[in-house]
């Protein structure tokens, strides 16, 4: 599995939603019609941080080794937050189907990314020398 696209393309969806959060979370509050006071804002404003920092989490490491035992603790971590958010997501729009199609999107991309670090976690990376 290709781990410098996956965390790449992480580090990327993370990080726009991280700026998103902190920077303009008044307007992401009122489309997902969400009262708009102090404390949901602070809120946001903090997991947009968590994303952002995520996202540069997954950036710095894009082009390490990743899978079985080789960073081990950075698979875990992104393996465990898009597998919980994701399953999360899916009881959500099971629930209740007439969501906004954000969060329809949101869980397509948490399913994706929490299969992908699921393979990286439980699979010996793939040896990049070639023999003749």
């Known amino acids: ?23 303009i979370p008044d307007e992401i509050l009122i489309h997902f019609s969400i009262e708009t006071n102090r404390i949901t804002l602070f809120l946001t404003q903090i997991l947009g941080a968590l994303y952002f920092a995520f996202a540069m989490l997954n950036w710095a490491t894009k082009t390490s080794l990743i899978g079985g035992i080789y960073n081990r603790p950075i698979a875990i971590a992104n393996f465990t937050h898009f597998l919980i958010a994701g399953l999360a997501l899916i009881k959500g729009i099971i629930s209740n189907p007439s969501v906004f199609y954000t969060i329809w999107i949101a869980g397509i ?13 439980f699979r010996h990376p793939a040896n990049k020398t070639k023999s003749n």
Do not use: D, H, P, R
């Open 1 to 23: 599995m290709n781990t410098k696209f996956i965390m790449t393309t992480s580090a990327v969806v993370l990080g726009i939603t991280g700026i998103l959060l902190t920077f």
């Open 109 to 121: 991309f948490y399913c994706v990314f929490g299969i992908s670090f699921g393979i990286i976690l």
